[in-house]
C-alpha cells in the first residue's frame, strides 16, 4: 500500500477531518511522525557525504531529515532559514552549506506542519505549484507561462524554488522511488513535457536534462536482463512519455548501486 494512502487510512480511523478548515487537521498525526523519526534518526555516511559534496548548486530531497546537510562542514557562508510555526509548503531553499542551496520539497521532520505524507498535503503541493507557474488563468484570461517563459530564458527572479529547476537546470533524480502516488512530483513533469512540445522551436532547443536513475537489486550475472526488463516498466514508459531519461541500475546492493549512479552523475558534472 502506497504510503500517502497508508496515512490516509490512518488519519480516518483516527477521525482526523481532512475536510475541516481553520486549522492542519493532520498536525498532531504529523508530529506523531516526528517523534518517530527522531528516535530513529541515523547518522550521515558516505553517500549523504558524496551527495553533499557533488559539483551542484542546488540540492532537493524529499528526506524531512538534514543528514545530507548535517554530513558537511558548516562554512562561515553556510545559513539556515528559520521556518514559521505552521508553515506548510516549502518552495524555497532552507538552507545553504559550501555553496549549496537545500530544499526539502516535502518537508523538514523539525517543523511537522510541513511533513508531506499525505494525498491532503499532495493535493496542495499540485495547486501551490499551479498557481506559481500558470498565473492569470481565470474564465477571461487564458493561462499564462510568463513565468516559465523567463525561467527558460534564463531571466529568472532571485527566489528560485524547487519547481522551478525542472525548467531551468539539468536534474538527476537519485534514491527516489518515484511512486506514481508522489502526484506533485509526476505533475510537475507532465506540465514541463507540455510546455516543451508547445514552445518554439528556439525554445526546444534549450530544454533541460532530466534523469531518473531507477536503482534495484538482483542477483549475480542477471543485471543486465533486469535492466532490459525494467525499461518495459509502466514507470519506465510514462517518464519516456514526459521525456524525462529512464536509466536503470541493476546491483546486487543498494550501496553499490548509489554509488554507480555518483560516478555517473559527477562524470557528466565534469564533462
Known amino acids: 500500500m502506497p504510503l500517502p494512502i497508508q496515512f490516509e487510512v490512518i488519519a480516518a480511523r483516527g477521525g482526523y477531518e481532512s475536510w475541516a478548515s481553520g486549522k492542519d487537521q ?21 553517500l549523504h557525504e558524496r551527495v553533499g559534496k557533488l559539483p551542484i548548486d542546488c540540492l532537493v530531497t524529499t528526506n524531512y531529515d538534514y543528514a545530507i546537510e548535517s554530513s558537511l562542514p558548516a562554512a562561515s557562508e553556510s545559513y539556515k532559514r528559520e521556518l514559521k510555526a505552521g508553515t506548510k509548503y516549502l518552495f524555497e531553499s532552507t538552507s545553504c552549506r559550501n555553496g549549496v542551496d537545500f530544499y526539502h520539497a516535502h518537508g523538514v521532520q523539525d517543523v511537522p506542519s510541513t511533513i508531506c505524507i499525505g494525498y491532503e498535503h499532495y493535493l496542495g503541493y499540485v495547486q501551490k505549484m499551479r498557481s506559481h507557474f500558470l498565473n492569470k488563468a481565470d474564465e477571461d484570461h487564458p493561462s499564462s507561462t510568463e513565468v516559465i517563459d523567463n525561467l527558460v530564458k534564463g531571466k529568472a527572479s532571485d527566489s528560485i524554488t524547487w519547481p522551478d529547476l525542472f525548467f531551468c537546470s539539468d536534474v538527476y533524480i537519485v534514491g527516489l522511488g518515484l511512486g506514481f502516488s508522489e502526484i506533485d512530483l509526476w505533475w510537475l513533469l507532465t506540465l514541463r513535457a507540455a510546455y516543451f512540445s508547445e514552445a518554439e522551436d528556439i525554445v526546444k532547443a534549450s ?8 536503482v534495484f537489486k538482483c542477483d549475480a550475472g542477471d543485471e543486465l ?19 524525462v531519461e529512464y536509466a536503470p541500475i541493476a546491483v546486487r546492493s543498494y550501496s553499490d548501486g548509489y554509488h554507480k549512479v555518483l560516478n555517473e552523475v559527477e562524470n557528466t558534472l565534469q564533462s
Open 26 to 46: 493532520y498536525l498532531e498525526l504529523k508530529k506523531k511522525v516526528r517523534d518517530y523519526l527522531a528516535r530513529y534518526e541515523q547518522a550521515p555516511n558516505s
Open 207 to 214: 530544454a533541460n536534462r532530466i534523469v531518473y536513475y531507477d
Open 225 to 243: 536482463a533486469r535492466e532490459r526488463e525494467a525499461k518495459h516498466s509502466a514507470k519506465a514508459i510514462a517518464l519516456d512519455g514526459l521525456h
